[in-house]
């Protein structure tokens, strides 16, 4: 990894900020930049704290819906990891054209400055939303081809799967892009406030402060929970990985399926909150039933495997 310089959209989010902290940690030379719409810099001072040797980190606060801002972003950059986005699924069903403007736009400009200043590797999330309707379980990748979208978030995503395939393909010589399909990540420094606030930050704040749990259906529906540190790694494989991966998407998960029924029950038991109840509300709008990745192409291209698991990811945060 040494001698490179690496850039972090969305560095100031819940996983961009862990990726800053793990190249702090390894002492590399990292630009993040964020306009600070959905991150904090908190985040960013967190994870800059780990630095150790000659790390060096550069933050520029600005829009990827600028390229001019991109460009100076991707300025000797060797390595871009994407990650800002308009995040909500419901959201999205709210604000399609800040979604796209955000997702599609804003993708297709750090994309092109990447390109442009040279960096060899493109690296981006993607999402388990481009399944969409698919039933198929365990999803594996080329499935989504069959998918209808249930929000444009998910649109949004799939749509930059196409731009990374096609750019992998018409710049070959130039830039190599590699898609990471996250499922449901979770891990400190996630925001459990905000009507778009991720299930496992939100149980947790509500269970530690004595509050019940929402629970949107009746909890027979899953996810594929993973933990961050898995994400941090798939990214760093990903980088690093020698094999032919440009162009391709990789689903990044743990490969095993939670209800949230279940999921409830280990938080209870995990935090010692046994009393604690939940209140049903109607499944909302844009969500998928169940998620479940089939995790081999990722294991086999990439070495990819989960570090962690649902319950040790769970005690890794406490
Ligand atoms: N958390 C998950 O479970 C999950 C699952 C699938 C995919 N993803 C994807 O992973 C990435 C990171 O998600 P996260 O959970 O860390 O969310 P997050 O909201 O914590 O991080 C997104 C970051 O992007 C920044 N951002 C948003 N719009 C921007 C803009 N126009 N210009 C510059 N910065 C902007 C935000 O301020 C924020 O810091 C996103 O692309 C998201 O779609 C996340």
């Given at each position: 990894m040494n001698g490179k310089r690496w850039l972090i959209t969305g560095a100031a989010g819940f996983i961009g900020s862990h990726i800053l902290e793990a190249l702090m940690e390894a002492g590399q030379d990292v630009v993040g930049l964020d306009n600070l719409?959905?991150?904090f810099t908190r985040n960013i001072e967190a994870a800059v704290q780990k630095r150790t040797g000659n790390a060096r980190f550069e933050f520029i606060e600005g829009d990827i819906r600028d390229p001019a801002v991109c460009e100076r972003a991707c300025e000797g950059v060797d390595i871009v990891l994407h990650h800002a986005a308009f995040v909500s699924v419901p959201g999205s069903l709210?604000?399609?054209?800040?979604?796209?403007?955000v997702n599609v736009d804003g993708f297709v400009n750090v994309l092109q400055a990447a390109k442009n200043a040279g960096a060899r590797r493109f690296i981006y999330a993607s999402s388990?939303?481009?399944?969409?309707?698919?039933?198929?379980?365990?999803?594996?990748e080329e499935d989504s081809v069959r998918a209808k979208f249930l929000s444009p978030y998910a649109?949004?995503?799939?749509?930059?799967?196409?731009?990374?395939?096609a750019w992998s393909g018409i710049y070959a010589s130039h830039i190599q892009c590699v898609g990471l399909r996250y499922f449901n990540v979770?891990?400190?420094?996630?925001?459990?406030?905000?009507?778009?606030?991720?299930v496992i930050?939100?149980?947790?704040?509500?269970?530690?402060?004595?509050?019940?749990?929402?629970?949107?259906?009746?909890?027979?529906?899953s996810r594929d929970f993973c933990y961050v540190k898995n994400v941090v790694s798939a990214n760093m494989l990903a980088a690093n990985a020698s094999g032919d991966v440009s162009g391709q998407v990789f689903n990044i998960a743990c490969g095993e399926k939670t209800t949230l029924n279940e999921l409830f029950s280990t938080l209870k038991n995990r935090l010692g909150r046994q009393t604690s109840g939940c209140v049903h509300e109607p499944f909302r709008a844009g969500d998928i039933a169940h998620s479940f990745a089939s995790i081999e192409r990722a294991r086999s291209c990439l070495n990819y495997k989960p570090i962690f698991s649902l319950e040790s990811g769970i005690q890794d945060m406490e």
């Open positions: 719409s959905s991150g709210a604000d399609p054209a800040l979604t796209h403007a388990s939303a481009v399944y969409g309707d698919c039933a198929k379980l365990p999803s594996r649109l949004s995503k799939a749509i930059n799967e196409m731009y990374a395939a979770f891990g400190a420094r996630q925001d459990p406030n905000g009507p778009y606030a991720a930050p939100r149980w947790i704040d509500a269970l530690k402060n004595g509050a019940p749990v929402t629970i949107y259906g009746d909890g027979t529906s």
